[in-house]
C-alpha cells in the first residue's frame, strides 16, 4: 500500500501566488490532518476532517482553505501566498480511533519569495 | 493551549551510548506517542502509550507514560548510526475531538560513528 501520498515534494512560489497541496491516503482512514512543520517549532494543526464532508480548523488555519468530498482525498489550498507560509506541510490520516497513531506522508517542502 | 515541553532540543552522542529524552506537560494525556523523523521524510510513530505507568519497549527503544499522566520518556539503548533524526513527542486526548495530538518541539539525535 501507498500510505499517505502528498504532491508536490518541492514548491516555490511568489507572494501573492495561490496553489494547491494534493493529499491523498489509500487505507480507508476517516480522519486527515493537515500539519505545517517550522525548524525547531515541531508540528503545528492547521485543518482536519473526521470524514467526507467534514472539516475543522486547527491551531493556525488562516491563509488556508481545505475541503474533503471523498474519503480518500484532503487537498489544502493557498489563496494568496505570504512569505509566513513558508514551511513543509504534511498530510497525515489515522483510523476512526485515532489513538492508534497517525500515519504520515513525505512532506511538501514550499518556498514562497 | 496545551504545550509540551521536550528536552533536550539536541544530542550529539558516540555509536554505542545510551540515550534518553523527554516531555512534559501542564495538562494531563491519556496518550503519549513517540515519533521519528529522518530528513526528507513525514514522522513515523516508535511507540504508543495508553496507560499511566505503562512501560513499553520495541527493540532497542524503550518509553513509559509518567504517573501523573502529565511526562513521557524515552531511551534509546546502544545507538547506532541509523538513529540519527528528529525524535518528537506527542500527546492526546482521544475521545474528544480528532485535532488534539500536540507536538513537542523535537530531540535532534546526532550519532558519531
Known amino acids: 500500500n501507498a500510505g499517505v501520498t502528498q504532491t508536490p515534494k518541492f514548491r516555490i512560489l511568489k507572494i501573492g501566488q495561490s496553489m494547491t497541496l494534493q493529499c491523498t491516503q489509500d487505507?480507508?482512514?476517516?480522519?486527515m490532518y493537515w500539519y505545517r512543520q517550522d525548524p525547531g517549532m515541531g508540528l503545528k494543526l492547521i485543518y482536519y476532517?473526521?470524514?467526507?464532508?467534514?472539516?475543522d480548523k486547527g491551531e493556525v488555519p488562516n491563509g488556508y482553505n481545505v475541503s474533503r468530498s471523498t474519503t480518500e482525498d484532503f487537498p489544502l489550498r493557498l489563496e494568496l501566498a505570504a512569505p509566513s507560509q513558508t514551511s513543509v506541510y504534511f498530510c497525515?490520516?489515522?483510523?476512526?480511533?485515532?489513538?492508534?497513531?497517525?500515519?504520515f506522508g513525505s512532506g511538501t517542502r514550499l518556498t514562497v519569495v | 493551549g496545551q504545550q509540551l515541553n521536550q528536552s533536550p532540543q539536541s544530542m550529539f552522542i558516540q555509536e554505542g551510548e545510551d540515550v534518553s529524552m523527554n516531555c512534559t506537560s501542564s495538562s494531563i494525556f491519556n496518550t503519549w506517542l513517540w515519533y521519528k523523523q529522518e530528513p526528507g521524510e513525514g514522522p513515523v510513530l516508535l511507540i504508543a502509550l495508553y496507560k499511566a505507568g505503562e512501560l513499553t519497549s520495541n527493540g532497542r527503544l524503550t518509553a513509559q507514560f509518567g504517573i501523573t499522566r502529565k511526562d513521557s520518556f524515552l531511551n534509546i539503548s546502544a545507538s547506532i548510526p541509523s538513529d540519527v533524526g528528529i525524535y518528537f513527542c506527542a500527546g492526546m486526548n482521544y475521545g474528544g475531538s480528532q485535532g488534539n495530538l500536540i507536538f513537542g518541539k523535537g530531540t535532534k539525535l546526532s550519532v558519531k560513528p
Open positions: 476532517s473526521v470524514g467526507a464532508g467534514i472539516t
Open positions: 497525515a490520516s489515522s483510523p476512526r480511533t485515532g489513538a492508534l497513531g497517525y500515519t
Open positions: 487505507m480507508n482512514h476517516n480522519y
